[in-house]
């Protein structure tokens, strides 16, 4: 279960969608059972019954869910196992849900009509180490880190510890460079580009150990 | 015209009051001041003449005005104390006299006025008095010799000679020093004070140029009252000078006051004061004798006529301050006159001088007058200013409210022009894809794959709209990175690869004028020619070039290119015909316009490709449709 890179068995998945097609839609992405276990839950109790038998390697969870925010549960996730990656479902990929997200310890994101191949490929490559990004989150963290504060998000993003080489890439990304085009550019390997998006997220993520934030957080003071 | 005349009839009237205000100051001074009971009189008194010889005279008695610097005069009178009031303390009393008077008993010097220099002066009206010392007063007889000397321009004056109990005598010579000594030396104490203000107030506004010159003749009055006399020519010949330059400067003073342009030849009233300065500098006596008669007393008399009919002339025309300053200075010049008449002995009386008392209350008054003017200036000035700051702030709080306001109505009407947009831009895309969807799910043949594709990019349509939203300053190669990822995933699920080639690292040009609705258009056109490349081309690679080229002006222009391996299809067979894709087309080509995009499509049997040549920028008022 705590397999980092090369691992024997499948990958374990947890579904928490409340909607049973999307549900059911992802589940069928990753229907190889060779490679992935996936077990799946509609609600956050149910999310929490699951996972009291173990953290999975991977947890896809809703925003939106009938008891409770998604929020939540990545929150516990998170707190009590550094090893899950967490992707968040959404509709949009909006910045919004997705960034406050990712300051909870989330990794990235799934679009939910995503391709079928896509979904099993996102949890591989996440699994790998390639945490997701897309362009619209490259561009709103890099117009944070031109001092731009929203207004509707308001999160105090962190983006001071992201390094000049880390902030180009985010630039390249948001302008739809690919991986291999913006390696080229920086005169850096193709492969280590993935390695620098999950390596941004973890200087974004703030420190939810810290009640404070997390009360911030719950309290709209830190908009989710 | 019954009016006018009637007016001038009373300005007439007004000017006639004058001489009567004249008159009436020369009346009242013919009450004299206090003297003791006529039977403390000494009768019997005698003057010395040339030959040594005593004659008898009558008082008062008049000398000539001395043709050197001093002259005097001796007196001789005999005097008694009754045996009755042998214990009594007598005194000698000299009521009035000109310039100085010393007092002998039976051969001692008892007083000598010249001892007080504040009572050295002709044109003060001290009196005298000497307390005689009992071990000098004999019983019977008593002889008292007075040395009445005389120095300056007026003559010598001995008024009566009292000798009597001091008791009676003293209080009689305290009230005349009250009148004569203190009176003037208050005066003149606040004529220096407001001669300070007003030249404080000249300093800070010097276009007030009354105030200076009525500052000016104040303080000139002032430090030429303690020049003590007899004095050296210089002094005497500066004194002259200070005295006689107050008449021009009052004379300015008035003209200024009365709101006249000073005529050029008026500051040739100047002239003689400098004259008689430098005549007592010379430091011959006589001269300054000789220049200051005939200069100085016409300067003074020139001065008040030109002053008076400067005034008669505003005052006739109805001149305000003119009307005030008129009766002021009838005082000042009744005064004068009775000083004049005075000296040349054609009003009875004690040769006792008004003019400088006149003169400086008159100073003093007009002071007064000028400072309470300034300070209703300044209160005016604060009124004004409160009153400013009131009207600023409550037009402050108006302009506030309709700021708000006008903000409130600006916010509204933004808001209401993004619904419109946001509408407009959901019913062009979301809400096409979305009746499509609702037409193929009613089909009853099997249309899910359709179904799937419509839903799809509605979609992809929707982030697009939202995507769009997000400020981009301008560089659209943000929106075109999104753009990519929608794409990417729609070209892998048709088994289409995407080659995204950007021609330089910065890939397009800036614009400023970039908008969302821009950014919409532009992404819906990019989106239909790559939809149109997955369902009709049969291609297997879409190539998206994005590239900056020289524009037709030789400027930077922006170019992205949606090309496709595909089949092709005859461009000039569709364009314009009833077809749908040249439907298509055409409507393709009218989005382009309304963003000063131009669009070309240039199609072979080895590939298709559509090329939005962009413009330099964006225009403002284009409304997506």
């Known amino acids: 279960m705590n397999t980092q890179t090369e691992r024997a068995g499948p990958i374990s998945v947890v579904i928490v969608e409340d909607d049973g097609p999307t549900r059911q839609r992802i589940a069928d992405g990753l229907s190889d059972a060779s490679a992935f276990s996936v077990l799946q839950a509609g609600t956050l109790s149910e999310a929490r019954q699951v996972l009291g038998s173990g953290y999975p390697d991977v947890l896809l969870t809703d925003l939106q869910l009938p008891d409770g925010h998604g929020m939540d549960l990545i929150r516990d996730v998170r707190q009590h196992s550094q090893t899950t990656e967490i992707l968040v479902i959404s509709i949009l990929g909006d910045e919004e849900s997705v960034i406050s997200a990712i300051l909870l310890g989330a990794n990235g994101y799934l679009l939910k009509d995503a391709l079928l191949t896509d979904i099993a490929d996102t949890v591989r490559d996440l699994m790998r180490g390639h945490s997701p990004i897309s362009a619209s989150i490259a561009r709103f963290i890099v117009k944070r880190t031109q001092g731009v504060k929203d207004p509707v998000v308001g999160t105090d993003l962190n983006t001071a510890k992201l390094t000049a080489r880390e902030i180009d890439i985010l630039w390249g990304i948001a302008k739809g460079f690919s991986y291999a085009d913006i390696a080229d550019y920086l005169g850096i390997s193709r492969q280590t580009v993935p390695g620098y998006i999950k390596n941004i997220y973890r200087k974004l993520e703030v420190n939810t150990r810290g009640e404070a934030v997390f009360e911030a957080l719950q309290q709209g003071l830190i908009k989710l | ?625």
């Open chain 2, 1 to 625: 015209m019954a009016r006018p005349r009637g007016r001038i009839g009373w300005l007439l009237l007004y000017l006639a009051l004058q001489p009567v205000i004249i008159v009436l100051c020369i009346l009242a001074r013919q009450i004299g001041p206090p003297l003791p009971p006529a039977v403390y009189e000494l009768s019997g008194v005698e003057l010395q003449d040339a030959t040594g010889q005593f004659r008898s005279v009558d008082l008062p008695d008049f000398r000539p005005v001395s043709e050197d610097a001093t002259s005097s005069a001796i007196y001789r009178v005999s005097l008694e104390r009754p045996t009755t009031q042998k214990d009594v303390a007598w005194s000698i009393f000299v009521p009035r006299f000109t310039t100085g008077v010393q007092f002998e008993v039976n051969g001692s010097m008892i007083h000598d006025t010249h001892r007080n220099v504040m009572s050295r002066r002709p044109d003060r009206n001290t009196s005298a008095i000497a307390t005689i010392p009992e071990s000098l007063l004999h019983e019977g007889r008593n002889e008292l010799i007075i040395h009445l000397v005389t120095w300056g321009p007026v003559g010598g004056y001995l008024d009566s000679v009292y000798a009597g109990p001091d008791k009676v005598l003293r209080p009689v010579h305290d009230q005349r020093s009250i009148m004569f000594e203190t009176l003037p030396l208050i005066l003149v104490a606040g004529q220096a004070t407001l001669g300070a203000i007003l030249g404080l107030i000249w300093i800070n506004r010097r276009n007030d140029r009354s105030c200076g010159l009525l500052a000016l003749a104040m303080l000139i009055g002032f430090f030429q009252y303690f020049v003590s006399m007899p004095a050296s020519p210089q002094t005497l010949g500066l004194v002259g000078a200070a005295v006689v330059t107050q008449a021009p400067l009052v004379l300015h003073f008035i003209v200024r006051f009365i709101d006249m342009p000073p005529p050029r030849w008026l500051h040739l009233t100047f002239v003689p004061g400098i004259i008689i300065a430098f005549a007592g500098l010379s430091g011959q006596h006589d001269l300054l004798h000789a220049i200051f008669l005939p200069l100085g007393p016409p300067t003074i008399a020139l001065c008040a006529a030109v002053a008076c009919v400067l005034l008669g002339n505003a005052a006739l025309r109805g001149n305000r301050k003119a009307l005030i300053m008129a009766p002021v200075f009838s005082v000042m010049l009744g005064c004068a006159l009775n000083d004049i008449l005075t000296v040349s002995r054609l009003i009875p009386g004690e040769r006792i001088f008004i003019g400088w008392f006149g003169y400086s209350i008159v100073l003093i008054v007009i002071g007064v007058w000028l400072t309470w003017r300034f300070v209703q200036a300044l209160n005016d000035a604060d009124s004004f200013a409160d009153r400013l700051v009131k009207q600023v702030s409550e037009a402050e709080v108006k302009l506030r409210a309709s700021f708000s306001r006008e903000e409130e109505r600006a916010r509204a009407a933004a808001l209401a022009s993004e619904r419109t947009r946001l509408m407009r831009d959901l019913h062009d895309g979301l809400g096409g894809q979305l009746v499509s969807i609702v037409a193929l799910a009613e089909q009853p043949r099997d249309t899910t794959n359709t179904i799937g594709d419509a839903a799809r990019a509605a979609l992809r349509d929707l982030r697009l709209v939202i995507n769009a939203m997000e400020e981009i300053d301008g560089d659209l190669m943000l929106a075109l990175g999104s753009w990519r990822e929608r794409i990417s995933g729609q070209l892998r699920a048709h088994d289409m690869q995407l080659v995204w080639s950007v021609q330089s690292s910065h890939g397009l040009p800036v614009y400023p004028g970039l908008r969302p609705r821009h950014v919409i258009q532009v992404i819906r056109l990019l989106d239909e020619a790559v939809t149109n490349a997955t369902k009709h081309s049969g291609a297997s690679i879409v190539t998206i070039m994005i590239e900056t080229i020289p524009g037709p002006d030789g400027d930077a222009r922006g170019q992205i290119s949606v090309r496709d391996n595909g089949c092709g299809f005859a461009v000039d067979a569709v364009n314009g015909a009833g077809t749908v894709q040249g439907r298509g087309l055409l409507n393709m080509k009218k989005r382009a316009a309304l963003c000063d995009v131009t669009l070309s499509v240039t199609s072979a049997p080895l590939g298709t490709t559509v090329s939005l040549l962009l413009p330099a920028d964006f225009p403002e008022a284009a409304q997506g449709g």
